[in-house]
């Protein structure tokens, strides 16, 4: 690759020359959603920094591979995701439907939400109940390690016995000492051994819902082993970046790093990308919390917090004017200046379309264009990436005021550049033409057809029907009137 991308590196505390272990191939692991109620804007953060990063590896030419798993089992309520009740299964019963209608429910509403905000789909999108063998099978190797022991039926981890030849610390830079004695104690129904241990399969109560015959009981996998199995899976022992939200820094990926160094010596990932949060009043935003909104609710403005709403890729644009590890507070001024920022962007795009050149140039657009490419290649950072698209922005409008000259292949190279960062890069399109205004303007355009029919004017009605028609409509013409249809 001609350009040097550095990475922050949170397992070693610092920006990394990205080197990739087999290149051109990347191999990307982050983790996804669990799908018991509808993302939050805060989740969507997280998924749009993703997707950033994807998509700026993908346009570096490197081949991608991005595993972005669903968890619809195994995900309970308490802080490390391993007691109480499965946050599935609790809503199932609330709304007394199957807990497959809850995971199907808001699988939907997740895939939904992320094209609504333009993010890729990933390669590959494993389901925690569709690999359940996979999962069994490491807790066999880690039981075969040493490093479990099963009581009752459950799997547990044993942290201290892991940490007398590992560093269970080296992600999130706490020493044992520390981390037990922030840990509450051990209830008296708790069978875990010690304070920090935690579940590798859980025997199941005979009410829970989704269970699986295992060697040790009828139960389910804990929560933090599915993406050891499945990134394993996809992507081998190890692979080049392993992603999330900060906040499952500290004890999820430090205990599937731990699961894997227990299983095979090997830390998963060589790069540890972590998001930071969105915040509203300087509190990160969740549904606990009851600060959280609905995407849904900011594109109506339907919310309390909310002045008016904003489109979805006004919203895409206001996250990505962050930094993705800087926390980004969520507030109606913001909203509003980027709103104003991203109509800038897109006139200045429409504008560049219709410029002329002159014969000679007073500006070379190549080091602008390299600026681009150096503000991502520093931890991806987009906020640095805008303010040199602005600086294009205001190219574009000096050329068509007249108070600069561009020769042919600088304005080229400008119009490649607003559609190689604005639309590949940073994911952003125009919205203009909003998904309920088509009706309208479709019905005009057959209006206009059959008027163009009864003048007699067949050379005009069939250039709008073949027209149509390339774009991907079918006008089909019947007794009712002319119907169209998207093929
Ligand atoms: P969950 O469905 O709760 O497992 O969360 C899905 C993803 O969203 C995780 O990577 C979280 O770290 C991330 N996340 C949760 N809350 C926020 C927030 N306020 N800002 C950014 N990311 C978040
Ligand atoms: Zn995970």
Partial sequence: MEQKLFVYNTLFRKKELFEPLSPPHVGIYVCGPTVYSDV??????????????????????????????????????????DEGEDKIEKKAKLAQVEPMEIVQKYTIDFHETMKVFNVLPPSIEPTATGHIIEQIELVQKILAAGFAYEINGSVYFDVEKYSKTHDYGILNRRNLEDMINNTRDLGGQDEKLGKLDFALWIKAKPEHL????????????????????????????????????????PTHH??????????????????????????????????SLGNSFLPQQLFTGDHSLLNKGYTPMTVRFFMLQAHYRSTLDFSNEAMEASEKGFKRLLNAISISESLQASATGEIDIAPLRQRCFDAMNDDFNSPVLIAELFEATRVINSVKDGKLKIDAENLSLLRQLMKEFVVDVLGLKNEQLANNDLPKVMDMIVNLRNEAKSNKDYATSDKIRIGLQQIGFQLMDGKEGTSWNKI
């Fill in 40 to 81: 939050h804007l805060g989740n969507c953060r997280t998924f749009i920094s993703f997707d950033l990063i994807f998509r700026y590896l993908t346009h570096l030419g490197y081949k991608v591979r991005y595993v972005r798993n669903v968890t619809d089992a195994g995900h309970l309520e308490g802080d490390g995701g």
């Fill in 210 to 249: 989704m269970k699986w015959p295992s060697p040790w009981s009828l139960g389910f996998p804990g929560w933090h082993l599915e993406c050891s199995a499945m990134s394993n899976k996809y992507l081998g022992k190890q692979f080049d970046i392993h992603g999330g939200g900060i906040d499952l820094m």
């Fill in 254 to 287: 430090t205990n599937e790093i731990a699961q894997s160094m227990a299983s095979c010596e090997k830390i998963p990932a060589k790069y540890w990308i972590h998001t930071n949060m969105l915040t509203v009043n300087g509190q990160k935003m969740s549904k």
